[in-house]
Nanobody, 124 residues
Framework: QVQLVESGGGLVQAGGSLRLSCAAS????????MGWFRQAPGKEREFVAA????????YFSDSVKDRFTISRDNAKNTVYLQMNSLKPEDTAVYYC?????????????????WGQGTQVTVSS
């Protein structure tokens, strides 16, 4: 069983930055493709970013491309989401997801493991 714990959320002003972390346990993160999703109040969960097992391949939603980066440190079993130029519309609960599949994916249903989420609030 894989456990995922997110951290790094908080309150930030528009234009600011935050870095989210997702620590994996129960299985080496190098064996997991990882992703970040978010859910704003009253909205469906949406894809944010994904990274392959090695970190060689990354994907981003159009809404965060050029502002967010995803990276991983497999030695620390941790994946990061660096969020820059934050906007009020980025306000949401951010979830880390993981799966042993091979190809990085933006599809939520392809992830078997999910964290509890961390709140990100961007004030205008």
């Amino acid at each position: 069983q894989v456990q995922l714990v997110e951290s790094g959320g908080g309150l930030v002003q528009a234009g600011g930055s935050l870095r989210l972390s997702c620590a994996a346990s129960g299985r080496a993160s190098s064996s997991l493709r990882m992703g970040w999703f978010r859910q704003a109040p009253g909205k469906e969960r949406e894809f944010v970013a994904a990274i392959s097992k090695s970190g060689a391949t990354t994907y981003f939603s159009d809404s965060v491309k050029d502002r967010f980066t995803i990276s991983r440190d497999n030695a620390k079993n941790t994946v990061y989401l660096q969020m820059n130029s934050l906007k009020p519309e980025d306000t949401a609960v951010y979830y880390c997801a993981a799966d042993p599949g091979w190809v990085a994916t933006s599809k939520a249903y392809e992830y078997n493991y999910w964290g509890q989420g961390t709140q990100v609030t961007v004030s205008s």
